[in-house]
C-alpha cells in the first residue's frame, strides 16, 4: 500500500519538474514578453486583441505593416497623426468608424515590449492542453492517506485492547499462582451498567445532545459553506484571481455605503465589449450577459430590451440586523476576504463565515482601531490619554462602543 | 401659590374615566375570543408548537435573490439616500421640501432649508404627504362612465366634445400658486375661449381678497412679517396652525421669541377668539369673544385707536382691547394686526388699522402678496347656480372635491348632473369624481414636474422624484393636450422659466446654468417683484443639495432673502376708509342662540387629506383627538346641561343634522361651539377613514357673498352617551404633584434668570452636595460620573418650549422615518398608540373656562439612570456608552415591566403584528391592508435601515440612531471630527421653529451642551434622577406675572400646602412609577 503511494507521489513530482523544464525554454518567459503582457492586458485589451478585430485593429502583424516609429507615434497620439495627413492612419481611422484611439503616455520601450508580446503570442499560440487531472488526482491521495491513517488508528486501537486484556489475564494467573486471593473480576457488561459509569455515561450524552442541539439551534437560519449554482457561471478565480481585477471595481458600493451592491450587466460591458469567449465555456456564459443587456455582438449595438439577471444571494442577515460594508472596508480597512474568504481561487462562490453574531462579536473584540489614524477619534480623548500613558496599549472596536447593542441593530 | 397644571378634566376632576388597564390585558394570542385553557388544551399546543419547531428546523432555508440594476443610473448607489429638492404643493398648501428616495423611491420629506419662506421648517401634512404617494386608493388608470379607458381615447372624445360644447367650459381648482400652471390655463382659455375659470377653496380667504381688492385695487392677500412685530393682535387667525402660510409664519413668529439672558426681548401675542386655537394656546394674552364677536372686537379695537367710542358689551374683553390699542399705539410701524374672518368688512377695518398703526411696509406688505388662499366664493356661487341653470356646458374639476365641501353639495351635484360633459383630475374616485363622466386621474406632486410662487417672487419647482406608478398624467398635460399643444409639461415650464422668471436675475449668463440651479435649490427667489432686471438673491453659492455625498442632509446656508434691518421703523402710515365696512359690521350685530364656528384642523385640512393614515392618526393639538371630529363646547356649559365628556350630541341647525361626540373645551366661548371641517368623507377610500361627520353643511354665506364659517341658532340635543374616542393626551398623564413645566413671565425672567426653573436650580445644589433621592440606589457609576459616558460621544436633546408651537409636524416625522406604524382608531381608543414621540398639552392655572396652554413635547428621555433598564428581565434595553437609551427587539421577549417602570410613558407595545413583520401573514388587527403598511404598495415608504417591529416587542424612540451611525460614519469615511449640527433627529428637521436641538453632550462647543447648561434649561421629572438626556428650556411669556400659574419657587411651593411629594415619594402617592402613569397595573 505504501509503496503504491510513494509511486503515486514520484509520479506527481515529475509532471511538475517536466512542466517547470517545458516552461524554462519558453519565448514566454522573456521579461520583455511578461512586461509587453502586463502593458497591453491594462491598457490595450479594453480595445484590442492580438488575432482578432475588437473596436480597434487585430494587432498580429502590425510591425510587418508599420515601422517602429509609426506605431510609437500613432499610440502616444493617434490624432496627431491624423491630422498630419499620413494617408495611412485616415484611412485606419475611417475604416474604423472614426473611434478616436485615445493617446497613450507609454514610454518606446513599453510599446516594444508590446510588440514583443504580440509578436511571441503570433508565433507561438497557446496550446490547448488542459492539465485539470492532475488537483483531482491529488484530491485522491490525501483521501486515501485520510482513510489509511484512520485504520491504522482503528487496527492500533483494537491491539491495545487486545494486549491490555491478555496482561490482565496473565496478571491474574500471576496471582492467583502467589497464592493471593484475587476479587472476581468485573466483567464488562457489569462494570457498563453500574451506577457510577450509567451516571457518568448519561452526564455525557446529556452534555454532547446539548451542545449538538445549541449548535444546531444557533446554525438555525444561518448558511455557512452556502454555495448555490448561479444563473451565469461567473467565475471568481478567473475574475479576480487570475486577472486580478479588483474587487471594489464591480462591487463599487464597498467603499461607499451599505450595500457592497452587486455590479450590474452593464458594468461586465465593460470588458466583455471585448472578451466575447471565456476560457471555459466559451460564449455561452458571456451570451448570457449579452442577453441580459441586450447586445448584439455583431452590430455592437444594445438592440434587445434588457431583462435582469437574478442572481441567488448568499449573504443573508435577518432583517434586524444593520451591516454597512464602507463602515468595515472604508473606515475599519477590513480585507475583503476576512469576512469572504479567498474568493479569488473560488469557482463557484460559497459563503465563508457563519455571519453569526459571536463571530462578528469576535472581531469586534479583537480588531485594533485605527485610533490615531483617523481624525473621527480625536473626540475620544480620555482614551487618547490613557494611549500616551500607557494604560491601555491598544484601542478595540469594543472600547468605542463595538458591543454596544445599537451598534448593529435598530 | 401652588402652580395649577392638568391635562384634561378626567385628571383636573380626579376621575376614572378614561383609565385603561394596559397592564390587566390579556395578550390577543388567540384573537378576541376567550378560551378556557384546560391541561388537555396546553398539552395540545405544546405538541403543535414542538411540531411546529421540528418542521421548521427541517425546513431549508428560502432562496432569495439579488437583483442588479442592469444599467445602474449614475447617480444611484444602493443603500445610499438621494436628496431631490421639490416643492409640496396641495392647493394652499406649500412647503418647500427635499425628497429623500432610497434606490429610487421617495421615503421621507425634509424641509429646504434654502428657502427663504419655510426656512426647512415643515408641517405635519407636509411630512405625512409622502403617504399619499402610496395610497391604494389613487385610481390607476382613466375612466370613462366609470369604466377603464385610455388616455388616447379620453383625448380624443374630450377635445371634441370641449370644441362642440354649447355654454360655458368652468375650470375649477383650488389655488394655483404654480405660474406655469396658470399659463397653461390661459393657454386652454385660448383655445376655448367661452372658459371660465373658478377658484374653489372650501376653507375660504376670500373675504381678504375682496377687501384689498375694495382699499387697494388688488385681489390677493397681503404679505406679513410676524417676525418684525413687536406686538401681535390676531382676531381668530390660526396663523401657526392653517391660516395663509403657516409653515413660514410659524418660523417667523418662533423668531421673536426667541428669548435669552442677552437679548431679552420678545413679541407680545394677543389673541381675541372663540375657540381655543393652536394659534390662541400660543398666545401671551388670550380672551374668549364669541365667534360672531370678532367683528365687533375689531371694530372695538378701531374705535379704540381712533379715539371714537364704542367698544364690547364684554368688560373683560373690552379692557385688553383698551390694552391692546394703548401697545399698538406704543409700537407703530412695528406691530400687526390679522383677522381669520372670511367677511371682507371684518378685513376692511383689519386693513384700517394697521394703515393706522404705520404696518404697511413694515409688517405686512400690499405689493408682495400671496397667491395662496385665492378661492372666490362668490365666483363658486354663481357657478354653481348656473350649473343648475343649464348654462354650463362643461366642467372640469382639478382638485377640488365640491360634492363633498360645498356647503349645498346636493345642489351642487343637481347642478353636475345637468353638465352634459364632466372631467375631473382628481386622484380618487372621492364624492365629485364619481359624479363626472371623464377620469383623468393627476400624478401625485411627487411624479410630477411644477413651479409655485406662493408669495409673489418667491419661486421654487417641484421635480419628479419617481417615476409614476399608475397609468396617471400630469393634469397640465390633459389640458395642454386638449388645448392643441403637445409639448410635455417639463418643457414648458423650461420655457416659461426662460421667458418670464430667468429675467429677473443676473448672476447667470445662460439658462441652462441658471436652471440648474434653480432645480438643485429647489427654489429661485428674488426681491424684485418687477419683470425687469433686478437683484438676484438665491442660494446658488450655498452647498449642494441633491448630490449623493454623505453630507446632503446637512445644512444649506439658508439664501439671503430679506435682511432684517436692525435700525428704527419708520411707521407708513396709510389711510384706509373702512367707515362703510364699520357700519355693516354694525348691522350684522350678533348672532342668534346658540353659535356653532366651524373651524379646521391642524391634521385634516379640508378634508383633502382624508385617506392619510399618519394624519388621521396625528393628535388634534389641541383637543388631542384623532381619527374623529368633536363637538366642542365650554366646560361651563357642559356642565350645565349636565353632560359629560364623550356623550353624544346632535347638532342641527336649519335642515342639517350630525350626531357628534362632545368635549368640554377649556378656552371655547360660553355660548357657542365649534366643529371641524375635513371630516364625515363618504369616498375618502377604505371605509376606516370615512371618520367623523362632516360639517360643510353648516356654513352659510355673508352678505358680501364670502363663506360665512359661524352659524348662529344652533340647537343641541344629547341623545347618547360614552362615545369611544379616540384621544391620546389622557392616556399618559404625568402626575400634577410634580415639576413638569417651567413657566414664568418675561418680566421675572429679566429680574430672575432662575424664574420659572428654580426647581432645577435646587436639584443641582442637591446633587452638588451629595443629597438627593434617586429610586434605584446611589448613582455609583452612571451619568455624568460614570467614565464611560464622558470617552467620546454622548447624544442629547434639547427642546425649548418657548419656541415650541406644538404644530405636531414631527409626530408624522417620526413615524415616517422610523417605521412606526399607525393602529387604527379602535386601537387609539384601548390606548395602544405607537407615537414615539407625542406632544404633551398642558392647561395651565384653575381658571378652566380661559387656561394658559404649553406644549411639551415628550419622547424617550434616555435617561443615565434609566429606571426601565434595570427592571428588564432580558436586559433587551439597556445604556450605551454614547448615551442611548438602547431599545434591542430581537432580544425583547415583551414582559412590558420597561413600560411599566417609566415615568415618562413614552414605551410602546405592539399588540400586533401592524406590519407584517411575522411570517404569520395577517396575524393583524386589521380587517383590511388599506391603511397598514403590508402591502406591496404601502411598505414602499418604509425606511430600509430601521428594523419592521414584530408583534410582541417594546419599542420606543431612539435619537434615530440611524441617523447618528449614518453621520459619524460619515465622519470617519472623510477622516475628520464630527461637526455640530452635522446630525439632525428627524424631529428636528421636520419643526419649522427650531425647537428641538441634537448634537454631543460631551463636547462644552456645541449648541445642546450650551443649552443644556443655560439657566432655563431644567429636566423633566428632576427630582426622581433619573438623569435625563432630553432637556427643556423653560416656557416664557410675555405678560406680567401669575401666580398659580408660574412655576413658583420651591420653597412657596412646599409652604403653601405641604405637598412634598417630590422629598419623600415613598408616602402618599408613592414611587414615582405609581404617580405617574394612568396605565399602571399596580394601582
Known amino acids: ?410 | 401659590m401652588k402652580q395649577q397644571i392638568w391635562q384634561g378634566f378626567e385628571q383636573l376632576n380626579n376621575e376614572n374615566t378614561n383609565k385603561h388597564q394596559e397592564f390587566n390585558e390579556e395578550l390577543p394570542l388567540l384573537g378576541d375570543a376567550t378560551i378556557e385553557t384546560s391541561r388537555r388544551d396546553f398539552l395540545k399546543v405544546l405538541g403543535f408548537s414542538v411540531s411546529a419547531a421540528a418542521i421548521a428546523a427541517s425546513c431549508e432555508m428560502p432562496v432569495r435573490k439579488a437583483i442588479p440594476y442592469v444599467f445602474k443610473p449614475e447617480e444611484i448607489v444602493p443603500g445610499i439616500a438621494n436628496y431631490y429638492a421639490s416643492s409640496f404643493i396641495n392647493g394652499s398648501d406649500y412647503c418647500s421640501v427635499l425628497v429623500k428616495t432610497r434606490e429610487g423611491r421617495p421615503i421621507k420629506i425634509e424641509g429646504n432649508t434654502a428657502s427663504g419662506l419655510t426656512h426647512g421648517g415643515t408641517s405635519a401634512r407636509t411630512q405625512a404627504s409622502i403617504m399619499s404617494l402610496y395610497d391604494m386608493h389613487r385610481l390607476r388608470y382613466p375612466k370613462k362612465d366609470g369604466k377603464k379607458t385610455t388616455w388616447k381615447i379620453i383625448d380624443g372624445e374630450i377635445a371634441g366634445k370641449l370644441s362642440g360644447v354649447s355654454g360655458s367650459i368652468a375650470l375649477v381648482t383650488s389655488s394655483v400658486i404654480s405660474p406655469s400652471t396658470r399659463a397653461a390655463i390661459a393657454e386652454f382659455r385660448n383655445r376655448y375661449p367661452n372658459t371660465r375659470h373658478v377658484v374653489y377653496e372650501p376653507m375660504s380667504n376670500a373675504g381678504m381678497l375682496y377687501a384689498n381688492e375694495q382699499q387697494f385695487g388688488t385681489k390677493a392677500i397681503a404679505s406679513y412679517r410676524f417676525d418684525k412685530a413687536s406686538i401681535i393682535a390676531s382676531f381668530g387667525a390660526d396663523f401657526l396652525g392653517t391660516w395663509v402660510s403657516p409653515i413660514e409664519f410659524a418660523s417667523q413668529y418662533a423668531k421673536g421669541r426667541k428669548v435669552s439672558r442677552e437679548n431679552p426681548v420678545m413679541s407680545k401675542h394677543w389673541q381675541f377668539e372663540g375657540t381655543m386655537s393652536l394659534t390662541g394656546a400660543n398666545a401671551d394674552k388670550r380672551y374668549t369673544i364669541l365667534p360672531s364677536q370678532e367683528g365687533a372686537a375689531v371694530v372695538a379695537l378701531y374705535n379704540a385707536l381712533s379715539g371714537s367710542g364704542g367698544g364690547l358689551s364684554d368688560a373683560n374683553a373690552q379692557k385688553g382691547i383698551e390694552q391692546l390699542a394703548m401697545e399698538l399705539k406704543a409700537n407703530a410701524g412695528k406691530s400687526l394686526v390679522v383677522a381669520g374672518s372670511n367677511d371682507s368688512n371684518v378685513q376692511m377695518v383689519v386693513n384700517a388699522i394697521n394703515g393706522m398703526l404705520g404696518n404697511y411696509g413694515n409688517t405686512l406688505s400690499i405689493e408682495r402678496t400671496y397667491n395662496v388662499g385665492q378661492g372666490d366664493d362668490k365666483a363658486m356661487t354663481a357657478l354653481v347656480n348656473d350649473m343648475n341653470a343649464g348654462s354650463v356646458g362643461a366642467v372640469i374639476f382639478y382638485g377640488v372635491n365640491p360634492a363633498y365641501s360645498y356647503p349645498e353639495a346636493d345642489k351642487f351635484v343637481a347642478g353636475l348632473k345637468k353638465v352634459p360633459v364632466s372631467i375631473s383630475f382628481n386622484d380618487r374616485e372621492d364624492e365629485t369624481a364619481t359624479n363626472v363622466k371623464y377620469l383623468c386621474p393627476d400624478n401625485h406632486y411627487l411624479e410630477s414636474w411644477n413651479d409655485a410662487e406662493p408669495k409673489s417672487g418667491y419661486y421654487s419647482l417641484a421635480q419628479p422624484a419617481i417615476a409614476p406608478l399608475f397609468d396617471t398624467r400630469q393634469a397640465q398635460e390633459s389640458l395642454l393636450t386638449w388645448a392643441g399643444n403637445t409639448s410635455n409639461f417639463y418643457n414648458y415650464i423650461r420655457a416659461y422659466w426662460q421667458a418670464n422668471v430667468f429675467g429677473r436675475q443676473n448672476k447667470f449668463g445662460s439658462f441652462n446654468a441658471f436652471w440648474e440651479a434653480a432645480l438643485h435649490d429647489g427654489i429661485f427667489e428674488t426681491d424684485n417683484p418687477n419683470k425687469t432686471k433686478g437683484t438676484m438673491l438665491m442660494a446658488g453659492e450655498s452647498t449642494p443639495v441633491t448630490a449623493s455625498s454623505d453630507t446632503t442632509r446637512q445644512q444649506v446656508a439658508a439664501a439671503v432673502v430679506e435682511t432684517v434691518t436692525e435700525e428704527a421703523v419708520t411707521p407708513k402710515y396709510v389711510t384706509v376708509n373702512a367707515a362703510n365696512a364699520i357700519s355693516a359690521i354694525g348691522a350684522a350685530g350678533k348672532a342668534n342662540g346658540m353659535e356653532l364656528l366651524i373651524y379646521e384642523n391642524v391634521m385634516m385640512g379640508d378634508g383633502s387629506y382624508s385617506a392619510n393614515p399618519f394624519l388621521q392618526e396625528s393628535p388634534e393639538p389641541i383637543s388631542k383627538v384623532c381619527w374623529d371630529n368633536v363637538l366642542l363646547v365650554s366646560p361651563k356649559y357642559g356642565k350645565e346641561q349636565g353632560w359629560k365628556e364623550r356623550d353624544i350630541i346632535e347638532v342641527k341647525a336649519g335642515n342639517y343634522k350630525v350626531e357628534v361626540p362632545v368635549i368640554f373645551q377649556p378656552g371655547q366661548a360660553d355660548g357657542s361651539c365649534a366643529l371641524a371641517i375635513g371630516y364625515g368623507r363618504t369616498k375618502a377610500g377604505a371605509k376606516e377613514f370615512n371618520v367623523g361627520k362632516n360639517a360643510y353643511p353648516f356654513v352659510s354665506t355673508n352678505a358680501d357673498g364670502t363663506f360665512n364659517y359661524v352659524r348662529g341658532g344652533v340647537s343641541l340635543t344629547k341623545v347618547g352617551v360614552n362615545y369611544a374616542l379616540a384621544r391620546t393626551q389622557t392616556h399618559s398623564t404625568i402626575d400634577d404633584e410634580r415639576f413638569i413645566v417651567g413657566l414664568a413671565s418675561l418680566d421675572t425672567y429679566k429680574k430672575d434668570k432662575f424664574a420659572g426653573n428654580a426647581y432645577s436650580k435646587e436639584w443641582d445644589e442637591k446633587r452638588e452636595e451629595g443629597e438627593y433621592f434617586t429610586l434605584y440606589g446611589p448613582d455609583i457609576d452612571y451619568g455624568p460620573h460614570g467614565e464611560s459616558y464622558r470617552r467620546g460621544h454622548r447624544w442629547a436633546l434639547s427642546v425649548d418650549l418657548n419656541s415650541c408651537i406644538g404644530c405636531g409636524a414631527c409626530v408624522p416625522a417620526c413615524h415616517i422615518e422610523n417605521n412606526v406604524p399607525v393602529v387604527g382608531q379602535n386601537e387609539v381608543v384601548r390606548v395602544h398608540e405607537m407615537h414615539w414621540m407625542r406632544i404633551d398639552r398642558y392647561y395651565m392655572g384653575a381658571d378652566t373656562e380661559n387656561p394658559e396652554v404649553v406644549f411639551m413635547p415628550m419622547m424617550c428621555q434616555h435617561c443615565e439612570n434609566a429606571p426601565c433598564e434595570n427592571v428588564c428581565p432580558v436586559a433587551a434595553t439597556n445604556h450605551s456608552g454614547e448615551g442611548l437609551n438602547q431599545m434591542t427587539y430581537n432580544r425583547c421577549i415583551g414582559t412590558r415591566y420597561c413600560a411599566n417602570n417609566c415615568p415618562y410613558k413614552v414605551r410602546r407595545f405592539n399588540w400586533f403584528d401592524y406590519h407584517s413583520a411575522d411570517s404569520f401573514y395577517k396575524d393583524t388587527v386589521f380587517d383590511n391592508d388599506e391603511y397598514a403598511m403590508f402591502n406591496d404598495l404601502t411598505r414602499m415608504v418604509l425606511n430600509p435601515d430601521v428594523t419592521v417591529r414584530s408583534r410582541g416587542v417594546i419599542e420606543k424612540c431612539s435619537f434615530c440612531v440611524q441617523r447618528i451611525q449614518e453621520g459619524k460614519l460619515a465622519a470617519k469615511r472623510e477622516n475628520r471630527q464630527l461637526k455640530d449640527g452635522e446630525i439632525k433627529t428627524a424631529c428636528q428637521t421636520a419643526c419649522p421653529t427650531e425647537a428641538i436641538i441634537f448634537g454631543d453632550f460631551n463636547n462644552p462647543e456645541t449648541k445642546v451642551a450650551k443649552l443644556h447648561t443655560n439657566e432655563r434649561n431644567y429636566y423633566s421629572l428632576e427630582e426622581l434622577h433619573v438623569v435625563p438626556g432630553v432637556g427643556y428650556m423653560t416656557k416664557i411669556k410675555n405678560r406680567e406675572e401669575r401666580p398659580g400659574i408660574d412655576t413658583p419657587t420651591p420653597k412657596e411651593h412646599t409652604a403653601d400646602a405641604g405637598h412634598g411629594a417630590h422629598q419623600q415619594p415613598a408616602e402618599g402617592h408613592g414611587a414615582a412609577a405609581d404617580t405617574t402613569t394612568v396605565h399602571g397595573g399596580s394601582h
Open chain 1, 1 to 410: 500500500m505504501q509503496s503504491k503511494f510513494l509511486l503515486h507521489l514520484l509520479a506527481l513530482l515529475l509532471l511538475v519538474s517536466n512542466v517547470w523544464s517545458v516552461s524554462a525554454q519558453d519565448p514566454r518567459a522573456d521579461a520583455a514578453y511578461k512586461e509587453g503582457e502586463a502593458t497591453f492586458k491594462g491598457q490595450c485589451a479594453s480595445c484590442h486583441a492580438v488575432s482578432k478585430q475588437v473596436v480597434g485593429p487585430a494587432l498580429a502583424g502590425i510591425q510587418d505593416r508599420r515601422d517602429a516609429a509609426w506605431i510609437n507615434n500613432w499610440v502616444k497620439n493617434s490624432q496627431a497623426v491624423v491630422k498630419s495627413g499620413d494617408p495611412y492612419a485616415v484611412e485606419l481611422f475611417n475604416k474604423f468608424n472614426k473611434s478616436i484611439m485615445p493617446a497613450f503616455n507609454l514610454s518606446d520601450k513599453q510599446i516594444d515590449n508590446i510588440l514583443t508580446y504580440v509578436k511571441v503570442e503570433v508565433e507561438n499560440p497557446v496550446a490547448a492542453a488542459p492539465a485539470a487531472a492532475a488537483p483531482a488526482e491529488g484530491g485522491g491521495v490525501s483521501n486515501n492517506m485520510t482513510l489509511f491513517l484512520a485504520i491504522i488508528t482503528f487496527i492500533l486501537l483494537a491491539v491495545m485492547l487486545v494486549l491490555s486484556r491478555v496482561t490482565g489475564s496473565l496478571n491474574k494467573l500471576v496471582k492467583e499462582k502467589a497464592g493471593q486471593l484475587v476479587p472476581d473480576s468485573y466483567s464488562w457488561m457489569s462494570i457498563l451498567f453500574s451506577k457510577k459509569a450509567l451516571a457518568f455515561l448519561t452526564l455525557v450524552a446529556f452534555i454532547l445532545l446539548g451542545y449538538a442541539t445549541v449548535e444546531q439551534a444557533q446554525s438555525l437560519g444561518r448558511q455557512q459553506n452556502y454555495a448555490p449554482v448561479q444563473p451565469i457561471k461567473f467565475s471568481h478565480k478567473i475574475h479576480a484571481g487570475i486577472n486580478k481585477i479588483d474587487c471594489q471595481y464591480c462591487h463599487s458600493g464597498a467603499s461607499k455605503g451599505k450595500s457592497a451592491v452587486i455590479p450590474g450587466p452593464s458594468l461586465c460591458m465593460n470588458c466583455h465589449k471585448a472578451i466575447k469567449e471565456g476560457p471555459v465555456y466559451g460564449k455561452e456564459e458571456i451570451g448570457k450577459i449579452y442577453a441580459a443587456t441586450g447586445w448584439n455582438p455583431d452590430s455592437m449595438k444594445y438592440l434587445n430590451p434588457p431583462q435582469p439577471i437574478e442572481w441567488v444571494r448568499i449573504h443573508n442577515l435577518p432583517d434586524h440586523v444593520y451591516f454597512n460594508h464602507s463602515q468595515h472596508v472604508k473606515a475599519g480597512n477590513v480585507k475583503c476576504q476576512t469576512c469572504h474568504g479567498e474568493v479569488q481561487e473560488m469557482d463557484l462562490l460559497k459563503q465563508h463565515a457563519t455571519l453569526g453574531m459571536g463571530w462578528c462579536v469576535n472581531c469586534h473584540r479583537q480588531t485594533e482601531v485605527n485610533f490615531s489614524g483617523n481624525n473621527f477619534y480625536k473626540d475620544y480623548e480620555i482614551l487618547h490619554d490613557k494611549l500616551k500613558n500607557d494604560d491601555i496599549s491598544k484601542v478595540t472596536v469594543s472600547d468605542i462602543g463595538g458591543l454596544e447593542c445599537q451598534k448593529c441593530h435598530y
